[in-house]
């Protein structure tokens, strides 16, 4: 019925990713010598006074006094240390993310038995590849950086009566510390990330079985076993994603709360993910691969994307209304200081214009989405966009007035780049292009919209 | 009574039979008035020759009068007509107008759609439609032929039609 295709992993390919890496630790080894001759310590005090003033009630008074003070007195590592810790940090949770998404996309299309995707599914499967060498860096990144990007993981917030500790975030360190005492080892915390990272590779292992099994033994019975495995996976992963925000992103202002973090994180992702997909299938279609997929398979991809552009706005949106318009000190900071500081200003305006509005306007035509030239235009500005999405989620918490976006930024997400596609495409390349015997095969080879 | 549009039917069973015959009878120089089957037929536009409709168009300019038309309401209201401090913000703060303006922009676009559906398909209250073949609605798809639009008479097409494919060829007139 269906050529067997294969991807070949290609030498000029390779060499184009090496080219990515290696460009990527050039610019990242220049980035860290500038952060190093810059300085910039006398900012710092500053940026501890404008915030105070910002902070309106007696119970953040005190609290916000006692950052200043915790910051006056030890610095943690010098600015362009933390500014790598911060760059891997949200770099890894970026990228683990388009991991996670992989096998998302995957467990959706089982789950809601669609018939159109099955030519692309091993495409998300092979990004999927990415979630255990994420859980390891995750893992081995949160010990290194822990101190200077989690404020919680300081002790003396949790003495009483001490000169450091601070009544809110010791109301929630049961979060971090339960069974064990506040302010020592946040089993909890650590718990939960090794749980996840376990479940997650434990599900992309069961559906690839599946899905590889089907490549031999053809039939339903592995199309129905993969699609008890997605649902089962749906549920978890709904739970772990949203815990996973509140852990990777939201404790970094650990003061700060908001109820629509999880689906910000993961809205985030999604659309990542989404345009990730597609722009890897645009390309392989470019290259000759993937035959049988057409131009009503392209709008489908391209209305994901536009879709959940427009549903990351609403999130985005929601989120920011209610703290505006409630107005509450504690809320509003968060805002504030990405608002009111550079770098974190433009890159929370052009975050707004490169996710919502250039996607929204450039992909609202048919035509648009049918067409390969504007999704591989519109694909990368929604990964890049995310991408400071994701900067300002995490930096703005960590490094304070401190902040920098230079070569030490872009040169680090070209490394990580260049990994997450070397790993996706020579998983891609080990197993058959395109499901052998896909019960819905058929189906999507006529599909038709 | 003198009729003034007459019509020659073409009855088909299958709709895969209609897609072969659609392309044969235009291929021969026939002009197709319409198409009209019991349920929507894949490919049917594509063989017809249809241009794809510029309704989205005319969705889009909706959408945008009701944007602009929210924008304008809201900033009159608040910023220059009866002004309000809410929440200590500007009278005229753009965050608390999206959620209107995002409702009056879907509203207008959608309302706006419709209408303009209504009057380009010439639909409007006490219109009775003109009813070919009344098996079109149940499991018959019907191919009407204007013969003022053609060249060939009656007979002809009949038999272009049974020749492709019809199980019955009838006339109609109005």
């Known amino acids: 019925m269906i050529a067997e295709e294969k991807y070949e992993f290609s030498a000029t390919a390779k060499k184009n990713i090496m080219i990515l890496g290696v460009l990527g630790i050039v610019l990242f080894i220049a980035g860290v010598f ?9 900012e710092e005090h500053a940026s501890a006074i404008v915030t ?7 119970d953040q008074e005190a609290a916000a006094g006692h950052e200043a003070a915790a910051e006056g007195e030890h610095h943690g590592s010098p600015v362009w240390l933390k500014r790598i810790y911060t760059s891997l940090w949200q770099n890894n949770v970026f990228f683990t993310g388009l991991g996670i998404i992989g096998l998302f996309f995957v467990a959706i299309q089982y789950a809601a038995q669609a018939g159109w995707s099955a030519p692309i599914k091993r495409i998300p499967l092979a990004m999927a590849h990415w979630i255990p060498i994420a859980g390891v860096l995750m893992l081995v990144l949160w010990f290194v950086v822990k101190a200077d990007i989690f404020h919680w993981t300081h002790h003396d917030l949790y003495e009483e009566g001490g000169a450091g500790y601070d009544r809110i975030i010791a109301g929630k360190s049961g979060f971090f510390f339960w069974p064990l005492e506040a302010g020592g080892f946040p089993i909890f915390y650590v718990l939960r990330m090794v749980v996840f990272f376990g479940l997650w590779y434990m599900f992309f292992v069961w559906i690839k079985k599946e899905m590889l099994a089907e490549d031999i033994n053809g039939g339903t019975a592995h199309w129905t076993k993969a699609r008890s495995l997605s649902a089962i996976f749906l549920v978890i992963f709904a739970v772990s994603s949203s815990i996973a925000a509140w852990d990777w992103v939201m404790s970094i202002d650990t003061h700060w709360f908001s109820t629509m973090m999880g689906w910000y994180v993961f809205a985030s992702w999604w659309v990542t993910g989404l345009a990730f997909i597609t722009l890897v ?9 993937l035959k049988m997929v057409n131009s009503n398979h392209l709008h489908d991809l391209g209305k ?26 504690e809320e509003t900071v968060y805002f504030v200081t990405r608002i009111a500081n550079s770098p974190y200003s433009w890159i929370f305006y052009t975050n707004l214009f490169l996710n919502f509005v250039l996607p929204f306007l450039l992909l609202m035509t048919r035509d648009a989405k049918r067409h390969m030239s504007m999704l591989k235009v519109v694909c990368p500005i929604v990964i890049v966009g995310h991408w400071f999405d994701f900067f300002n989620m995490v930096t703005p918490g960590v490094m304070k007035h401190d902040g920098g976006f230079g070569l030490l930024e872009v040169g680090l997400a070209m490394i990580f780049m260049a ?18 015997n896909h019960p819905m095969m058929e189906e999507s080879m006529n599909h038709h919209i | 009574m003198e009729s003034n549009k007459n019509f020659v039917l073409g009855v088909f069973d299958d709709e895969d039979v ?5 392309e044969s009878v235009r291929g021969k120089g026939v002009k197709i008035h319409e198409v009209y089957s019991p349920f929507p037929v894949h490919g049917l536009d594509e063989v017809l020759g249809y241009k794809r409709t510029r309704l989205p168009i005319a969705a889009f300019l909706f959408g945008m009068t009701g944007t602009s038309l929210a924008l304008i309401m809201q900033i009159w209201m608040l910023g220059f007509d009866w002004p309000m401090i809410i929440g200590g913000k500007n009278f ?22 419709v209408a303009t559906f209504l009057i380009v398909s010439d639909m409007k209250p006490y219109k009775w439609p003109q009813q070919f073949d009344l098996r079109s609605t149940d499991d018959k798809h019907i191919m009407a032929i204007d013969l003022a639009n053609n060249k060939l008479d009656k007979s002809a097409i009949g038999a272009i039609l049974k020749e492709s494919g019809a199980q019955e060829v009838n006339d109609k007139n109005f």
Do not use: C, R
């Open chain 1, 34 to 42: 500038m952060a190093m001759n810059s300085g910039g310590h006398g």
């Open chain 1, 52 to 58: 105070s003033k910002l902070v309106a009630s007696a």
């Open chain 1, 281 to 289: 299938v645009a390309n392989l279609k470019d290259k000759g691969y």
């Open chain 1, 304 to 329: 994901f994307v536009f879709a959940f552009s427009i549903f990351w706005t609403y999130i985005w949106f929601s989120q920011f209304l209610l703290i505006y318009y409630a107005n509450i000190p």
């Open chain 1, 419 to 436: 990994a997450f596609l070397f790993v996706t495409l020579s998983a891609l390349a080990k197993v058959p292009l395109v499901a052998k």
């Open chain 2, 18 to 22: 209609l897609l072969h015959a659609v």
């Open chain 2, 92 to 113: 005229a703060s753009l965050p608390p107008f999206i959620p209107v303006t995002f409702e009056l922009t879907v509203l207008l676009s959608a309302l706006g759609m």
